[in-house]
């Protein structure tokens, strides 16, 4: 079990880690950091802003076939829009992109999760 002293180390260099990363590696299919200055808002529609804010940071799920999976809306009004990622019209499991929103519509952390190698045929 870890101690307190060992908790606080870790939410700190995981938060410096978040905080110090530049630029989202475009290639990556792994990517969860937050946004250093808000993107302003782009549309009144949560997925439109969200999609236009994945390409707008050259994120992998950008390009990506990507659903919009549902949006959920905190007590302060910020919103996380999901989107769940497809292939050849089925659901990659636990695959997809979520995109946080203050009530404004700035958007303020970015994360994706993507399949990788995924197959040419979705025929067994």
Same mark, same amino acid.
């Given at each position: 079990?870890?101690?307190?002293?060992?908790? /606080? $180390?870790? #939410?700190? +260099?995981?938060?410096l880690a978040l905080s110090s990363r530049a630029a989202p590696p475009a290639t990556?299919?792994?990517w969860?950091?937050?946004?250093?200055?808000?993107?302003?808002?782009?549309?009144?529609?949560?997925h439109?802003?969200?999609r236009r804010?994945?390409?707008?940071?050259? /994120? $992998?799920? #950008?390009k +990506?076939?990507?659903a919009p999976a549902g949006v959920t809306t905190l007590g302060d009004g910020d919103r996380f829009v999901n989107f769940t990622q497809r292939h050849l019209g089925l659901d990659v499991l636990g695959a997809g992109a979520t995109v946080r929103?203050?009530?404004r519509g700035e958007v303020t952390?970015?994360?994706q999760h993507l399949g990788r190698a995924l197959p040419a045929s979705a025929k067994p």
């Open positions: 079990m870890l101690r307190a002293p060992t908790l /606080l $180390a870790f #939410a700190v +260099a995981t938060s990556s299919p792994m969860t950091g937050r946004i250093a200055a808000p993107i302003a808002p782009i549309a009144t529609d949560a439109t802003s969200a804010a994945l390409h707008e940071l050259g /994120l $992998a799920a #950008a +990506a076939e990507l929103m203050t009530a952390l970015v994360t």
